[in-house]
C-alpha cells in the first residue's frame, strides 16, 4: 500500500496500480476525456471494492504528475446527484 501525495493506491508488481474510487464507470470516463485511458477494477477482481486500473509500466516518466492530478481530480470529485 502507497499513497501518491493523499491519494490511496495499491501496486506490487510494478506494471499496475489499484487506485480505489467510488464510482469506477464515472472514473473511467472522466479520466478518458482528459486522454488517460484506464480500466475498471471489476474486470479484474471478484470480491474487492471499487477500484480503477492503472498500467504503470509503459506511462512514460514525464506523464506520471499530469497523469496522477487527473486521478486525483476524479476520484475526489463528488458524483452528480440525479433526481
Not at 499496475?16 to 488517460?36: K, S, Y
Not at 471489476?42 to 509500466?57: E, G, N, Q
Not at 506523464?63 to 440525479?82: H, L, Q
Request: glycine content about 8%; aromatic content about 4%; charged content about 25%.
Amino acid at each position: 500500500r502507497e499513497a501518491l501525495g493523499d491519494l490511496e493506491s495499491r501496486g506490487e508488481s510494478g506494471i499496475n496500480v489499484w487506485i480505489p474510487v467510488a464510482d469506477e464507470t464515472r472514473a473511467v470516463a472522466a479520466l478518458r476525456e482528459d486522454g488517460i485511458a484506464v480500466a475498471p477494477g471489476a474486470l479484474y477482481r471478484i470480491a474487492a471494492p471499487p477500484a480503477i486500473r492503472v498500467t504503470t509500466a509503459t506511462l512514460p516518466v514525464g506523464d506520471a504528475r499530469r497523469v496522477a492530478e487527473a486521478i486525483k481530480r476524479v476520484t475526489t470529485v463528488s458524483p452528480t446527484r440525479w433526481y
